[in-house]
């Protein structure tokens, strides 16, 4: 069965540095999972794990000064 036959939202979660990191997953959970197959354990630890927002992709283009 395609992954996509589930849908998957892009989440901005809020990172302590006052940037914003990007992820892609059916839930923030699967997200934040997603993010940490491809960053380093001091890399996740920035991350707010609870703070976050759901957006559409056609207005990421309105993020991408906030990301980091």
């Known amino acids: 069965m395609s ?5 998957h939202y892009m989440y901005l979660f809020n990172m302590k540095n006052g940037k914003k990191k990007l ?3 059916e839930s923030p959970e699967d997200a934040l ?3 940490r197959i491809r960053l380093t354990d ?3 630890d920035q991350i707010i794990k609870d703070e976050y ?3 559409r ?3 990421l ?3 991408v000064d906030q990301l980091g």
């Open 57 to 59: 992709q056609r207005d």
């Open 3 to 7: 992954s996509f036959s589930n849908p």
């Open 42 to 44: 001091e890399e996740m």
């Open 61 to 63: 283009q309105k993020y």
């Open 23 to 25: 992820a892609y997953g």
């Open 33 to 35: 999972e997603i993010l």
């Open 53 to 55: 927002v759901r957006i």
